[in-house]
């Protein structure tokens, strides 16, 4: 299987060629790597489904099959944060960028070597390693809403202009919500009116590349150091 951009079929008039943006063909096994590196610094990993936060003296307790009592809890759940928040607050403004998308197998012969962003038709086609993943648009929508896959469908016919796909692979179809607040920005840092909560979500469409971020600047609050990067934008003071 050779990985070339002769890979694109020759309908595009003109296009940009992005050489110091990075892709990643597993975001999966990333994300196990980080918790992987977490557990080797002498982390613990604890999975549990918290259903609601409340507060103790000067303790925050979570609820959930079994009841932790924590000196300072964050809550970094993307968009299901507000869930968690308004059982002990009022919820940040939030709204939900749905978004799509399916795999694909590969053809016989030349893949992609990066992602493609085709514009006109608002599909994003990226070689993984599940084969291609062609991912949709932006829905505007409550993030429990019933799944609607109008955008995806109209991807899979323009697609089919630009690219060779293989067969769809069984039960790929996947919906996730992106969290974003009102001026796109991710609420990092302590809750101005709960003391010992908090906030590292909102990080619509970019949490992926910038959640590492977001756990430096949060550590660093905590410990009292200077933030490396300005923080007052990210506060979530702005919200109450
Ligand atoms: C279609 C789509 C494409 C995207 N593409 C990109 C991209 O190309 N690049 C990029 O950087 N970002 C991308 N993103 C955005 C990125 O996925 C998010 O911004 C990122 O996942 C946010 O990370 P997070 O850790 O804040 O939240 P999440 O990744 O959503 O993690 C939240 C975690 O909290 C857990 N949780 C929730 N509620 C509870 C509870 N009550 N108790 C216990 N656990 C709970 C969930 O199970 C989950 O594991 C995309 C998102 C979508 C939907």
């Known amino acids: 299987m050779s990985r070339k951009l002769g890979a694109i079929q020759p309908i595009y008039r003109s296009g940009i060629h992005i050489k110091d943006a990075v892709s990643v063909d597993h975001p999966g096994e990333i994300t196990q790597s980080y918790i992987d590196l977490f557990v080797k610094l002498g982390g613990q990993v604890i999975r ?89 648009g932006s829905e505007l929508n409550d993030k429990d809403a019933e799944i609607n896959t109008v955008q995806l469908e109209k991807a899979i016919k323009s697609v089919q202009n630009s690219a060779v796909l293989g067969e769809p692979t069984n039960n790929s179809l996947w919906k996730g919500n992106r969290p974003t607040l009102p001026d796109s920005l991710p609420a990092i840092g302590p809750h101005p009116k709960c003391k010992h909560v908090w906030l590292a979500f909102g990080h619509q469409h970019v949490g992926f590349s910038t959640g590492p971020t977001t756990g430096r600047l949060i550590a660093e609050l905590m410990l009292d150091q200077v933030p490396f990067i300005a923080i007052t934008p990210f506060l979530p003071k702005r919200f109450f």
């Open 48 to 136: 549990d489904d918290i259903k609601r936060l409340s507060k103790r003296n000067e303790k925050v307790i979570l609820h959930g099959r079994h009841q932790y009592i924590a000196d300072e809890v964050v809550i970094a759940a993307g968009p299901w944060s507000n869930d968690l928040l308004k059982t002990i607050s009022s919820p940040l403004p939030m709204c939900f960028e749905r978004g799509y998308h399916k795999h694909f197998a590969y053809p016989q012969g030349e893949i992609l070597t990066r992602p493609i962003y085709d514009v006109d038709y608002a599909f994003v086609l990226s070689p993984m390693t599940q084969g291609y993943r062609l991912t949709s």
